[in-house]
T-cell receptor, first 109, second 112 residues
């Protein structure tokens, strides 16, 4: 399988705290993306980082990419109860997108 | 815009029955794909297409067929359903130059 893995599998934090989740993957990539999935819904795109980029910001999201270690991290700052969801990393090698196993984030109000 | 529309949302089949999951997008995306999501497994790519008339296999294609006769539609066919195909299926599309996937709301399939 070419799937990546997210770590941790589950994360529970208080509202206002920061949440960090990590993604490791196996093959060379073009881009790495992060998606959010609310319970029972489809995935929603959050942010894309290209293989030649090391860090990217979007609002309260910060993504880093280390291609030498084949890993990425997603930081959500000042978390809110509405951030409760599962988060997936996805890598693409051209025409195929591979998703990790996900991190389930619970933000306690 | 409706985005990516999947039907049906829920379906129960008996082993050996056939069915088609429908997927349509109104964003003129070249790329369309099907995934299955199982607990603890994340999403796994079944089949994908980079344009009308072109399809290719993903990680887990066995037991599934696809076709892409138009840019808008990408149906997924189960020819003889098996209990191992019980899953939630997602269709997704994107412009190839952006790579940002847009997902449907999913189709929950149970095979008895």
């Amino acid at each position: 399988s070419q799937q990546g893995e997210e770590d941790p599998q589950a994360l529970s934090i208080q509202e206002g705290e920061n949440a960090t989740m990590n993604c490791s993957y196996k093959t060379s990539i073009n881009n790495l993306q992060w998606y959010r999935q609310n319970s029972g819904r489809g995935l929603v795109h959050l942010i894309l980082i290209r293989s030649n980029e090391r860090e990217k910001h979007s609002g309260r999201l910060r993504v880093t990419l280390d291609t030498s270690k084949k890993s990425s991290s997603l930081l959500i700052t000042a978390s809110r109860a509405a951030d409760t969801a599962s988060y997936f990393c996805a890598t693409d090698t051209g025409n195929q997108f591979y998703f990790g196993t996900g991190t389930s984030l619970t933000v306690i109000p | 815009n409706a985005g990516v529309t999947q039907t049906p949302k829920f379906q129960v089949l008996k082993t050996g029955q056939s069915m088609t999951l429908q997927c349509a997008q109104d964003m003129n995306h070249e790329y369309m794909s099907w995934y299955r999501q199982d607990p603890g497994m994340g999403l796994r790519l079944i089949h994908y297409s980079v344009g009308a008339g072109i399809t290719d296999q993903g990680e887990v294609p066995n037991g599934y067929n696809v076709s892409r006769s138009t840019t808008e539609d990408f149906p997924l066919r189960l020819l003889s359903a098996a209990p191992s195909q019980t899953s939630v299926y997602f269709c997704a599309s994107c412009q190839l130059n952006t790579g940002e996937l847009f997902f449907g709301e999913g189709s929950r399939l149970t095979v008895l």
